[in-house]
């Protein structure tokens, strides 16, 4: 048992950095020969010995999936702390939620996806834990949590992380990186102080355009020279009010895995923007140039470009606000109404980055018609919106559910995105299957 989970962890990471070798060494070269993934000949029998079953629809798999079976062997790994997350990777460690672990309206800790990019130091207490402000400021700083909590007033705010990767999966040709599918997001409830009010009493320059966030995670390599991650967002992001020096999660200590015992929370952008085991904040005088913010690294084409183009490095843009999104998470994918029953309350999540959602809109037959849910307004700004719609299906069969959401500016969900060589930000409608047996 421990052998085989070693081995399917293993092929996580593979999946990381090759996915389409990851392919061909779980299901043979023949699998990866056919850039549309269609599965033949011995590949599909041995994915069908994998997963325990002949697998029906094969022909709309893409390649660089890690199968559900499978993926859910690997969920042996456990996280203590965690409850339900899909483990997609061990070193460093990554896992997703299922969407219908995260109906609540704040996603419980234990339940809060997480994505590591090194190795987490190895104490997380806050006695002694301090923080740096320096750079572009007159006045730089040396402080702990407790300084935090004396100096600045302490707010708590509901607020929602996301991957920038997440959705990932769904891209064909496949994109470097974890495989992300729905659940690398989650909105807590998190207290601390507004990043403004720190950068204010640190005497912000006229000269300061950006912020460089350092943590205390260690580089893969072990490389104490290297950084795992080094971040950061421009001045105006970082003195958004609701941008936070956190350090409490859903009114207890920050989970581990989520950054104890002290985090930003940068809402609305991607989740690398929001550095765990925060030790320092560099102001800047230009865009900060640290580890993972160059390259193709949480950057996208400026403009559209052809599944498995290449781009060069210049005409990438650095992501900034996340965008309209919505979750299903009620009913789970694969529901069966009961005999004589044809109505559904349908439910679920929608968030739009630095936006609003004003609308989410619910299909049954495929997008032909579409019918208008209740949408919650946010207990504050960057928290996701809860979203319901009742449906009541003209026959028995099988159905698909899409969610569509629109923000405050018009733009609304796709059915499919534009393929990215990194394969961020993928924010196509969510479907789940329902079928109507009588």
């Known amino acids: 048992m421990s052998e085989q989970r070693k081995q399917e962890r293993g092929i996580c990471e593979l999946y990381e950095t090759d996915p389409e070798r990851a392919d061909a060494l779980l299901f043979g070269r023949r699998w990866c020969s056919d850039r549309r993934g269609f599965l033949k000949g011995a590949g599909l029998a041995t994915m069908a010995a994998v ?25 042996a790994f456990e996280i203590e702390g965690k409850d339900g997350l899909r483990v997609l990777n061990d070193r460093p460690v990554n896992a997703e939620t299922p969407p219908h672990l995260l109906d609540d309206d704040v996603t419980p800790t234990a339940r809060h996806f997480i994505r590591n990019n090194g190795l987490p130091p190895g104490d997380y207490t806050p006695d002694g834990w301090r923080m740096t402000v320096d750079g572009e400021v ?41 495989q992300w599918t729905l659940g690398a997001i989650g909105n807590a409830e998190w207290t601390g102080v ?39 967002m421009p001045i105006w992001k970082a003195m958004d009010p609701h941008t936070l020096v956190a350090f409490r999660m859903n009114g207890d200590a920050l989970h581990p895995m989520n950054g104890a015992p002290l985090r930003i929370v940068a809402p609305g952008w991607p989740g690398s923007v929001s550095q765990k085991w925060l030790s320092r904040i ?23 470009v052809e ?39 349908v439910r679920g999540h929608a968030w739009a980055g630095d936006r609003a959602v004003r609308a989410v809109h619910v299909s049954y037959d495929f997008g032909s018609t579409w019918h208008q ?5 946010p207990p504050n700004p960057y928290s996701w919106q809860r979203w319901r719609a009742r449906l009541e299906f003209p026959q028995k069969g099988y159905y698909e559910v899409w969610a569509r959401a629109t923000d405050d500016a018009g733009e609304s969900q796709p059915f499919a995105v534009a393929w990215n060589p990194k394969g961020y ?10 079928r109507v047996p009588v």
């Open 51 to 75: 997963v325990g079953g002949s697998i029906p629809f094969h022909r709309n798999m893409p390649g660089g999936l890690i199968p559900a079976a499978l993926a859910e062997e690997t969920g």
């Open 138 to 178: 007159d006045n730089p700083l040396d402080l702990g949590i407790e300084d935090l909590q004396s100096r600045f007033e302490v707010v708590t705010l509901r607020l929602q992380l996301e991957c920038g990767g997440n959705g990932r999966a769904a891209f064909n040709p496949p994109a470097s990186g974890n």
């Open 194 to 232: 507004r990043l403004r009010d720190v950068l204010r009493a640190a005497g912000m320059r006229d000269t300061a355009r950006y912020t460089g966030h350092y943590g205390r995670d260690s580089h893969l390599s072990g490389d104490p020279e290297r950084d795992a991650i080094s971040r950061g």
């Open 282 to 304: 560099w102001v800047r005088d230009r865009v900060h140039d640290g580890q993972k913010m160059g390259g193709m690294s949480y950057r996208v084409p400026r403009y559209p």
């Open 307 to 345: 599944p498995g183009q290449e781009v060069p490095e210049e005409d990438f843009r650095i992501i900034e606000s996340m965008p309209v999104k919505s979750l299903i998470t009620s009913p789970m994918s694969g529901h069966e109404l009961p005999r004589d029953h044809r109505r559904l309350e």
């Open 373 to 377: 849910a209740e949408l919650s307004p």
């Open 425 to 434: 930000l993928n924010n196509s409608m969510h479907r789940i299957a329902v």
